[in-house]
């Protein structure tokens, strides 16, 4: 996985496709969640008509986390929530996620919902296997417990105990 494509140029993928893979993102769940010792849980959303999961994750920096993937027509969407959105010195927060964000390559650090900090990344259709989910799954690992700490210690300093 050397980058990725902007969803607009990605082609998109037939329903048989979407069947396919559907069944292939199923698949590698379910041996995540009986495998894997840092998948508390995984959970397909039926309710909303989407294809999604959702994989709850033990951390070491972050204690529990969320990792959604999210199978569109043309991509596989993955996004982790980071943080809530900061209430101490955000410029400088901004600019350390910005700076991240380089280093962190096939995800980002985004503003989302309620102005919160995501972890974000996304693969064309045409490049998911197992190989890819396991990638995404453990980029999403690796980057929370790498980003999770320091960014906490400046966006929301004045709430933190001593010494986090």
Aim: proline share 6%; aromatic share 10%; with cysteine.
């Amino acid at each position: 996985m050397s980058g990725t494509e902007p969803s607009s140029t990605a082609e998109p993928s037939s329903t048989a496709e979407l069947e396919r893979l559907e069944a292939l993102v199923d698949s590698w769940a379910a041996a995540q969640a009986e495998e894997n010792p840092s998948v508390a849980a995984v959970v397909r959303d039926h309710e909303s008509g989407e294809r999604r999961w959702f994989v709850r994750l033990h951390g070491e920096e972050k204690d529990v986390f969320s990792v959604w993937f999210h199978l569109r027509q043309r991509n596989l969407h993955v996004e982790t929530y980071l943080m809530p959105a900061p209430e101490d010195d955000a410029e400088r927060l901004y600019e350390h996620l910005l700076r991240r964000s380089a280093t962190i390559a096939p995800f980002s650090c985004c503003i989302g919902e309620e102005d919160a900090i995501y972890l974000t990344s996304q693969v064309p259709n045409r490049w998911i296997d197992e190989h890819v989910l396991d990638e995404l799954l453990g980029g999403a690992y690796e980057y929370t417990e790498r980003c999770f700490r320091p960014a906490m210690r400046i966006g929301l300093a004045g709430r933190l105990p001593p010494g986090f």
